[in-house]
């Protein structure tokens, strides 16, 4: 499973950070903003879980259950 992180390691980014590692969830830092704005991303942290793109509540609640 593909797990990218779209962040600017803000406190929000930090968090989610910290919850993919308690969980052992590989990951990839993204941190280039054009990119991001193409995806349409206006605010951080995303996650991309295979072709899914989650905001920070739905990567939190995301990492939880897995």
């Known amino acids: 499973m593909e797990v990218i992180m779209y962040t600017t390691h803000c406190p929000n980014c930090r968090v989610l950070a ?3 590692k308690e ?3 590989n990951y990839v830092e ?3 903003i054009e990119e ?3 995806l349409g991303i206006r ?3 995303y996650l991309k879980v295979e072709d899914k793109l ?3 509540i739905e990567a939190l609640k995301w990492t939880r259950e897995q």
């Open 54 to 56: 989650l905001s920070f």
């Open 43 to 45: 605010s951080v942290p």
């Open 36 to 38: 991001m704005t193409q």
């Open 18 to 20: 910290m919850k993919l």
């Open 30 to 32: 993204n941190t280039n």
């Open 23 to 25: 969980k052992n969830i």
